[in-house]
């Protein structure tokens, strides 16, 4: 086996964005591109020799491919170890319980989470600290500056090597240890939520339906809901990990996971509905005739958390990020803990979890997670739900309405303007910074401004500074509008529009959310001139 040295160029575009370096998959099957890409992170974190690193991902198109690759690249670079799942999969939470439990010097998992995969979908890498966590801006700043400059990288030429079953084998000098992608992501639940209790509850005809869309949660929820918990077999549906998803967008909200949602508010509806997306990050939570907003699930989750054993001694603090709806702070505040708002994206959570200062963390798009990790956790979610459900043996329905008439509600919808053209988008986002300084005390639509400005976030841990996070427009107590550019997208710009409404009478927490936030809509257009600037007429998600 000889390493090889292999002449290369910079590739345009190898900036990570919210979460890692996202491109079509053909991108990443241009002859030399992953490479490159893989080369600068080990460049940029100083060399991996000697290292252990862990890597898994959530078993799209090209997955298999690229981890061969990635193994190679890594035994010429001179690492110890990798610990890889088998068949190559980890879910992103079970990657970030492998790092922290293993201790390993970060990892690399691949995924473009919740977009589609296939050929002609999404593909996706990102690098992990050995924190378990997200690569922070200065890491991904510095990957990204070598993907500038590099020339070359290196790789071993050997045969693949079988992944197929758990144990080590040897790739040249690096050890590879093929390992269960489930197993110590199950070892870590086990230890924070009351089993027996869950157990109980599903021995008692509670009845509820996981759709893994496809993706890398499957076996897990298999092994854990069917198998350790007692759901009847069948709790899972979509449960074999496909690698372009059956063709699905693997996003559990209830435009993607529509299925699910029409059957938890039909005639025939489980007490309780749940998916995961792509990589296992993601939750949505549905209980009979009950979506729950990812803003109301992270809310009440926090009050309700105690509940479970990992948390029985309360929570230190709740860090949201900032379009995420107030719900959560209101908790905090009862709570008498401090409550964070950050920008999107969960890396930024990162330094409150390491400090102590948070425990709970959430995003209104549909990620929820704890310190237990540094990712966010579709199934710890869910876990965490049925716990709760288990010793207050109410419906999630009833959960909701007293969590509302306690806190009150916020009406919340999430509204996307998807591959718009970019220069337009950045056009109307640049338009509402200059309206900014002029619109407190203005009347529109009926609301009026109590606060407007660009979003910027000084961590209070390390000090560090992220600029143009958003625009928030505040109306008193009562709304709020966020406008800002998704940092995901692989295709021209998405455009996100966040609508929120605060009703504290439960006499009036009963209206459809479209309803209930048309005024806040109206607010929207009037402000940012969304029709005419970006030439559509409604948006093309609303979740
Ligand atoms: C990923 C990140 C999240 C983020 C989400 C939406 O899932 O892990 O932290 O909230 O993307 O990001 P976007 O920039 O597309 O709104
Ligand atoms: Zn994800």
Known sequence: MTIRTVRTAPFEGQKPGTSGLRATTRTFMQPGYLETFVQSIFDAVGGIGGRTLTLGGDGRFFNERAIQTILKMAAANGAARVLVGRDGLLSTPAASAVI?????DGGIILSASHNPGGADGDFGIKYNIPAGGPAPESVTEAIYARTRTIDQYRILEAPDLDLTTEGERMLGGLAVEVVDPVAIYAGLMRRLFDFEAIRALFASGFRMRFDAMHAVTGPYA???????LGAPAGTVVNGVPLPDFGGG?????????KALVDELLGPEAPDFGAASDGDGD???????????TPSDSLAILAANAH???GYARGLAGIARSMPTSRAADRVAAKLGIPC?????GWKFFGTLLDAGKATICGEESAGTGSDHLREKDGLWAVLLWLDILAVRRQPVAGILAEHWAAYGRDYYSRHDYEAVDKAAAEGLMAALRDLLGGLP??????????????FAYTDPVDGSRAEHQGIRIVFGEAARLVFRLSGTGTAGATLRVYLERFEPDPARQAEAPETALAPVARAAEALAGIRARLGREAPDVRT
Do not use: K, W
């Open 100 to 104: 922290r439990e293993r201790r390993t």
């Open 222 to 228: 298999r092994a854990l809901l069917e198998g350790e």
């Open 249 to 257: 967008h693997p996003d559990p909200n209830p435009v993607y996971a």
């Open 282 to 292: 993601r939750n949505m939570i549905v209980g009979r005739g009950a979506y729950v």
């Open 307 to 309: 509940l479970a054993p």
């Open 340 to 344: 964070f708002e950050t920008p999107t």
């Open 441 to 454: 005390g203005r009347a529109i639509e009926g609301l009026t401004v109590t606060a407007a400005d660009d």
